[in-house]
């Protein structure tokens, strides 16, 4: 297993989520209206709120890529996140990332100051993007995507999830160091909620351990208030927490290097039990 410069190997890390989008499935609207005027004072209080919760690191994003969510402009894009990044490189040292699929976006937070691309195509969607993040000295995730936010619940196919995943992880992977980004600045997201359904999601999270040792790449898991939680508690978006620290849990025990929630607070309580409890897990003999 690579030793990461992203998520530190001695616990599991709480990536706070900060959505600046007018219509995110979970969030959307609170922070950004209709057009991309983005309110800065509350975007920054939260995500001060976030850092004294705990977070090990801010996923700033300025697109919904909630299913059947069409493409954000770039100069949209841009004009929700940079203000907010500007102001918590200045005030905090907890690393933040920008949640984009654009260079030119993830080229203008960097230049703000974050300092790690969460890309959910998988460098997919925009052949730039690893240059720019390479060139910036950036670390990166790589997510796990087919299609686009638009289409990708149309057709989901899989013979075996985990094994497919990761094998298109290993190929994400490969495109970040060949573009010069280290294997220690990279890690991996098996894209819960991103073209699949119920029970290739609870298939991933269970068996995260496989894709983790299959990589040889840390592994971020992003079940929050995601739509398989609602389908298994019969709960709205508003009423799936606890769900979420389940989903969480689990995807720690079984071998997540870092989760990705909206609810830093309790996620950091439920984050270190569940290291414990994999750092005693004995082997089977």
């Known amino acids: 297993m690579t030793q990461s410069t992203i998520f530190p190997q001695e616990r599991a890390t709480v990536v706070g989520v900060l959505n600046l989008t007018p219509d995110s499935f979970s969030d959307g609207g609170r922070f950004v209206g209709a057009g991309a ?13 976030l850092v004294a919760s705990g977070a090990g690191m801010l996923d700033v994003g300025g697109e919904s890529t909630r299913p059947g969510a069409e493409e954000v402009p770039i100069a949209v894009e841009i004009a929700r996140t940079r203000p907010l990044i500007e102001a918590m490189a200045k005030s905090t ?9 654009k260079a030119a976006v993830a080229e203008a937070a960097l230049e703000a ?3 790690v691309v969460n ?7 925009d052949p730039m993007l690893a240059g720019v993040t390479a060139r910036a000295g ?12 638009l289409t990708m619940q149309r057709i989901v196919q899989f013979q075996d999830v985990v094994e497919e995943v990761a094998a298109e992880l290993r190929a994400s992977a490969d495109r970040a160091l060949e573009a010069g980004i280290p294997a220690e600045r990279i890690g991996v997201d098996p894209g819960i909620g991103f073209g699949k359904r119920l029970a290739h999601n609870l ?4 068996n995260v351990g496989r894709i983790r040792e299959s990589v040889g790449l840390p592994v971020l898991v992003g079940p929050s208030r995601k739509s398989f939680l609602g389908e298994l508690t019969g709960e709205p978006v508003d009423r799936r927490v606890e769900a979420t620290f389940a989903a969480s849990a689990v995807a ?14 309790g996620a950091l309580r439920m984050a270190t039990v569940a290291r414990a409890l994999r750092d005693a897990r004995r082997d089977p003999t």
Do not use: M, N, W, Y
């Open 37 to 49: 005027d983005l309110d800065l004072e509350a975007a920054v209080a939260e995500a001060e709120a």
């Open 93 to 101: 040292s907890v690393p933040i990332s920008i949640d984009t699929r």
């Open 113 to 115: 100051g974050a300092t």
């Open 119 to 125: 890309d959910i195509s998988g460098l997919q969607f």
């Open 138 to 149: 950036a670390s990166i995730v790589l997510g796990h995507l087919r299609g686009d936010p």
């Open 203 to 206: 298939d991933l999270i269970a």
């Open 252 to 265: 720690i025990f079984a071998g997540a290097d870092a989760v990705r929630v909206h609810d830093v607070e």
